[in-house]
């Protein structure tokens, strides 16, 4: 039950932040933590976020990139 209660809180917790911070890491630039194979994660602003390409291609692990928008629960992101 209380596994169920965190599970819950977390996900909130990350809905907020998305719908409070995804405008202010639009234009930010990071570095890909895992393989954007369409989708993967990022870190931005010293935070790990998924997302996903803005073109539905791959970009390599360490390669930079910029966020260009965020589409419901990922960054959409795009190669420097």
């Known amino acids: 039950m209380v596994a169920l209660g965190l599970t819950v809180t977390a996900a909130l917790s ?3 932040k ?3 911070q995804d405008l202010q890491v639009i234009g930010s630039t990071g570095m890909v933590n895992s393989t954007l194979n ?3 994660t990022v870190l931005v602003k010293g935070e790990v976020w998924r ?3 803005s073109h539905g291609g791959t970009i390599a ?6 966020v260009v928008g ?3 629960h990922l960054l959409v992101v795009r190669e420097c």
């Open 70 to 72: 965020a589409r419901q």
């Open 14 to 16: 990350r809905l907020q």
């Open 61 to 66: 692990v360490g390669a930079r990139i910029e």
């Open 18 to 20: 998305l719908r409070l």
């Open 38 to 40: 369409s989708q993967g």
């Open 51 to 53: 997302a996903c390409t």
